[in-house]
């Protein structure tokens, strides 16, 4: 397989468990914040912060497990569509974005399962043509410019 151009990433078997701790610790923090002003919101005066840990902990978890499937099923489609392909480039997101997506949909049924890919996949398609227009951006304006030297006029004849 072809080395990856990113050092700082683990290599696939171990990036897929990586991915997998990650996207539960995103999705349990950002739940813990949203369940834990929902439920203060929602409980009576006196009992805002009883009712916020309540909610927290009976949600949070729940969403942080929703979004480590994601993530581990993402990380598995993309470490698999990098080694069948032998390349690293935006293709494997796009192509593991429209898998993931089809394959949590597809107790829905193949209609809304093959709508959910396409959607997965551009929503892919867009988070990486973004990545490539933000990272141009940066490197034109970190680009070295060369010194423009001054104009010297010719000497004049008389």
């Not at 470490?79 to 394959?103: H, Y």
Request: charge should be positive.
């Amino acid at each position: 397989m072809p080395r990856s151009s990113d050092h700082s990433r683990d290599p696939c078997p171990y990036v897929i468990f990586s991915d997998l701790g990650a996207s539960f610790a995103m999705g349990a923090i950002g739940g813990g914040v949203w369940y834990g002003i929902k439920g203060a919101k929602n409980s009576p005066r006196g009992e805002r912060f009883p009712g916020a840990l309540a909610s927290l902990k009976a949600r949070a978890p729940v969403l942080g497990g929703n979004f480590a499937v994601w993530g581990g099923l993402f990380s598995t489609f993309d470490c698999g569509m990098k080694g069948i392909r032998q390349k690293e480039d935006p293709w494997n997101s796009i192509a593991s974005g429209f898998l993931t997506s089809g394959v949590l949909a597809a107790r829905s049924g193949p209609k809304v399962a093959l709508t959910s890919a396409a959607l997965g996949g551009v929503f892919l398609a867009v988070i990486e043509g973004l990545g490539i227009a933000i990272s141009r951006l940066v490197a034109d304006q970190n680009r070295p410019m060369s010194p423009q030297l001054p104009e010297i006029a010719p000497p004049a004849s008389h």
